[in-house]
């Protein structure tokens, strides 16, 4: 069986050799690199530019976007049909293609969010370290956690003063550096589409200026949304465990802190959004006012055949009943929650529209093909290609992130940043 051909209906004239070939994982690619570069971008908020109420997100956002990183590779290797052989764009980094240069762009990015990370929690590794050595008799569980940290700490064991202003200059400078490489990172997969000179849909300068405004939205949504799944679960602990020890912060406290955070947040989003909204219009209205030849065959895709798609999920949903959520005042956490995660589906149908509504027209213009996501997974392919494929990208990032802080903790940690 053809690439393609178990989720592709045909319609019309269409060519023998055409098919859906980028399915639901290239969907997901460029959704997950946004992330990556949205969550970065609202760490650099509070560290470049000095958003003092972001603080206390700033370290959430930053430690998401490494547990993201890795998620970013994942869909092109589930979707390669050799995907032993990707590993090759990374040991042979070059800029001739696009993709090629996903090794150089990925590589720089990883190296940076992992030396600021190092940086912002250097005094608390060295911190830990010095705890677990002056312990006498340790567990076996300390002890491998003396020997991690240890490792962590690399040696630098100073915390001074003048160390510790030195780690936060450099932090500084590397949330500086990273704001224009995470742009570059996720801005590269909209030049992917908007180089494609035969798909009409695709090509246009706009596209990588879109990609990357809407990847900002949907980083910074995502870690509210984590951030309060997050709270909300240590509110449960905490209220558990201050039976026993009242010394601990209430949950009132908590919920206090918690409001201000997703407040202040909630601000950059709308932001960030009205910005995507304007860019992804402003696209649109300029496609209809040039009405170039194959105007009329999309024409038919976005204002018929994925009207609903396009202009209820995604503007509509996606866009303006967010957009009207944040700006009610008294802005509640269950009304963040709701905001945040239609956010989430807008940006997510924008990189569906752009990937599957620009494959749903056939070359000769004359017919039409149409996705079906494979559901239950009967083949590897199908698995990869479907359902339960997206949901592995989906859910791998939150157990990262849960298994990275278990060594570097997103909450209560006194330091000098």
Known sequence: ????????????????????????????????TGLVAGAFVLSSLYHVFGVKQLKDIARFSLVFSLALLPVAMMPLMLHLQQPQRGIYVMMTPHFTSAIAAFGIVFTTYGLIVASEIWFVYRQFIVETVLELRAKQQKTAVESARLFLYSLLSMGAMDLSPEALHKDERAVGILAGIGIPVACFLHGYAGFIFGSVKANALWMTPLMPVIFICSAVVSGIALCIVTYIITMEIRKLIFARKRRNNPRLPSTEELKSAEIQVVTMTAKYLVMFLVLAITLELLDLIFRTYTAVKSWDILRSVIYERDFFKIFILQYGLGNVVPFIIFLRPGLTIRRALVGTLLVLMGVFMMRWNVVIGGQAFSASFSGFMEYQLPIWPSTLELFKEGLFGALSVIITPFVLFFLVTRILPVFGIKDSH
């Open 1 to 32: 069986m053809v690439h393609g051909e178990a989720w592709t209906l045909k319609e019309f004239f269409v060519y023998p050799n055409e098919y859906i070939y980028w399915s639901i994982q290239i969907v997901m690619y460029p959704f997950m």
